[in-house]
């Protein structure tokens, strides 16, 4: 089991590379939003913090800039 969470994340981790290195804003926060248990599940409370604000952010940008 805990091999199978270690690809799960590591897989979350690629993607969220490739989706940065391609520019591909539709995939982007999507792995961010999976990212945010990696980082309450490690102790970076003020990562998970800021990225979800960070998708508020993301989330409004659409709305804002039609």
Same mark, same amino acid.
């Not at 590591?10 to 248990?37: C, F, G, Q, Y």
């Given at each position: &089991?805990?091999?199978?969470?270690? &690809?799960?994340?590591? *897989?979350?981790?690629?993607?969220?590379?490739?989706?940065?290195?391609?520019? *591909?804003?539709?995939?982007?926060?999507?792995r961010v939003s999976k990212m945010m248990?990696?980082?309450?599940?490690?102790?970076h409370n003020h990562y998970a913090k800021?990225?979800?604000?960070?998708?508020?952010? &993301?989330?409004?940008?659409? &709305?804002?800039?039609?």
């Amino acid at each position: &089991m805990l091999w199978l969470q270690y &690809m799960y994340y590591v *897989d979350v981790l690629r993607t969220v590379i490739r989706a940065e290195r391609t520019i *591909d804003w539709n995939l982007h926060p999507l792995r961010v939003s999976k990212m945010m248990n990696l980082f309450a599940a490690t102790g970076h409370n003020h990562y998970a913090k800021c990225a979800r604000l960070y998708l508020q952010m &993301m989330e409004r940008l659409s &709305m804002e800039h039609e």
